[in-house]
């Protein structure tokens, strides 16, 4: 279990998580789902009291759904028809490599994302599948290991490769199913890949990516000996005020290059930063783009 | 208006730049961090690889400032002074001119220009004298000039035997004044000197080796010359000795001295041999390793005893093994010739000779009285340290004093010995019978004797060959008379063989000693040879190196000299105020970019209970 992410932490995540459920949800009213019974709008028709189109009877029909109206008018049996009314499927992706829990704010903010991300789910009436990844490593979370916030002693431990992205094709997502991928995407490797991971199946992605200033904007200066925080491996090198700046040059591209490629595939990618509070956070961008929703 | 600083130490300060340069360097050391980006820094120039040990110098305002701040503590540690548009100083040098000082003249070449260079500094106008300690007066250098002076030290020879110094220092005292600076420069830790002169030894310890003395002496019909070869150094020390005679140089021979020791060496003149170079190899005191030696050939007296009938065989025997007996005497019977005469008192015909003479009295009668009464010895050269009171005479016959007489032994209020006449004509009177007394028994007598015929013997103009120590004065007569030609002397030294002459009226020939340096020296009048001298160096104590140091009582004279000729830096309030200044500056500078660099507080987290 990562030393970052002591079960205290998570209950106090969860517990904040679930009043900011009150506040924003997540985006499922801006398209039709698949799904059981629910309270969102189904791809099908149902039994819901929105009307949505008209079809001649056919035997076995339920007669209750005839239009008698019409019947009486033309003397024809017509059905009308509602729309289906469905509980959309949700699979949560946590990337669990260290990068996500290397600085206490970063920890933080990405376990908040992830209890937030489950709190909606199950305010959505949905039972979410949560998955946790990281490089080659993949397993489902059990909702209860999720509440009772023993999920973390499930983690692997000890160092892994540098930068090793996680492996997505091995993870088992629904299909049609709202992909919610919460990692800070510090891996290498080109960004269309794994946005086309996430987009198959017609499933919808968003991806909630936490990011800390020490990332975004670090005081580097000088001599420095940099600690890898997934392979833990020791770096020495010299910061000049020159490279500090190609540096943040190469994180901008970096992250514009996941944009681009999210926007190719219709994901919506939102970095939610770790040092504001969590609604100031969200309202940087997830809000903007509709990564979230409010209740509002 | 020049610029002097009264305390030179005050610029050790400025060792404070680099440390704080250093400390600058050294502050920031590498920091670890954890950072989860470290792939996109692998993608970026591998420049940044490896680090640096040092932290590569930053410009920063607390650095500027530190520097500024050393700067100004340094301006002020230093005391700077501003010197005096007319100030004006007197140095006076007295250079040791002891022959030792030649072995140190390349280092006071090398070290005195630097010590007056920086006396100079302190003030506008610098007086500069140089004197010989050797000389009571005038001096070798007067001007303003450090080149100069040291241009006159290049050509000093300082080749004296050892002296007082003291007359040249208070004439070198009265030159630069109370206040001036007198610097004695030699070769010996002098712990007090007059004068209130400081001490700039420059000598060193050397291991010295050479000729200390030389005699000669005729055995068996041979003149056989001795020096003594001594040893001054602590170590043992082998050298080669060899004589040149002419042309003609004989053979090298070997010497081993032990630490502190000293070997005779003897060889004798050649037949028709004259004059000789002992020669030893030579070390840095040179002056000891050459000798020149002549055979000895005294001036000889020429003694004529009593010719008359009356006197006895017995006196004429005694006359003749007394003055015989004396060296460089020789009795004649030429009275054209001698130079003293001896002769008897004749009470009928008192006329005394017309020349240098000893006179006895001759009394005839068998019986007389002894003299009684107290026996008086006059203070005299010829009487000195000379026991006469075990003198018994009889009473004889008395020579009749006249005004002039110089009494040198009384008996009673008899003057038993007594000197007659002029200098050139002096006679020495016994005024007793010598047959009748226990005269002829006291050393006291023949010493007498010896005495007065020296005497004699100094005042005669003749030929000499002598070997002398270099620096004596040279007993040498010559023609006084009204119209006598001047003297002439010529030399050859025996370190480097060089010659000259030199032309002096007679009456200054007295003042002549022999060279500093060894030398074979003549002396002519009117193409007369008077004197040949050899001058070899003698003198231990200057050929002793092992008491030779190097020390400069120069402590404190710069501070000194700059206070007396400047006037001290009148914004030193304002320096200091600066200093302050920018020390608080420096401070705040550190503190406000580590404010700044402190990272935002965490946003508090809010807690379950205040989340909606």
Redesign the interface.
Known sequence: MPAALPPSLLR?CH??A???A??FRLPLRQRVWRGGTGDFMGRGTGASLDFQDHRAYAPGDDPRHINWQAYARTGNYSMKLFREEVRPLIDIVLDVS??MF????KA?RSTELFYFAVEGALRAGTSPAVFAVALGWQRLLPQEAVLSHRWAEQLPDGPLP??APPDLSRVPLRAQSLRLFIS?L???GAPEHFTALLSTRQGRPVVLAPYC???SD?????????????ALSH??????PA?LK??RD??GR?FELWKTAAQRHGLVMARVPA????PAALQQEALRIGAVEPWA | MGLSFGNPLGFLALLGIPAIIAIHFLQ??????????????Q???R??????RF?RLRSSIPLWLQLLAVLILTWLLAEPRWMEQNSVQQIAVVLDGSASMSVSKERIQKQLPEALRKMASATAHTELYLLDSRRDSGHLYHGDSVSGLMEAVSAWQPSGGSHDSAPALRLARSLAGREGTLLFVTDQDLKVLPSAARLFAVGEPENNAGIAGLTTEDTAGRTVWRAVIRNYSSTPQTREWWITSGDATGEHKSVTLPPNGMQNIQSAFAENENELTLHLSPDKFTADDTAPLVRPRPRALAVLLPQDELTLPQEQQLYTALFSSLPGVTLTADRAAMDVIVAHYNPLDPSLPDKPACIFVRDPRKDAPVLTGTLLVEQHPLTENLNWHSLLAEDALSIPSQPGDEALVWQGDRPLLFLRGPADKRMLCFNFDLRKSNARRLPAFVIGIHRFLEDVRKRIVREEWRNVECGLRLNCPVDLSPGAPPVILTWKTSLDNKSGALTVPAAQAVLLTAPDSPALRERKQNDRLLLKAAAHFADVREADFTVSASRHDLEGIQSTLIHRHSRADGAWRIWLLALLTVLGAAWYFIHKPAAR?Q??P??A????AA??
């Open positions: 106090e517990v904040r679930r009043g900011w009150g506040l260290p990068s290397f600085t206490p704010e933080t540098s930068a800070d510090l891996f290498a200033q020490a990332e670090p005081d580097w200066d000088g001599n420095m000996e940099f600690i890898d925080a997934e770096h020495p090198r010299r910061v000049e490279l190609r540096y190469a994180y970096h040092e504001p509070e969590f | 920031r050391r590498s920091r670890q961090l954890t950072v989860s980006t470290l792939f996109l820094l993608q970026l120039q420049e940044s690889e490896g680090g640096n932290e660099r990272k935002p965490a946003p987290r809010r807690s379950a989340a909606p």
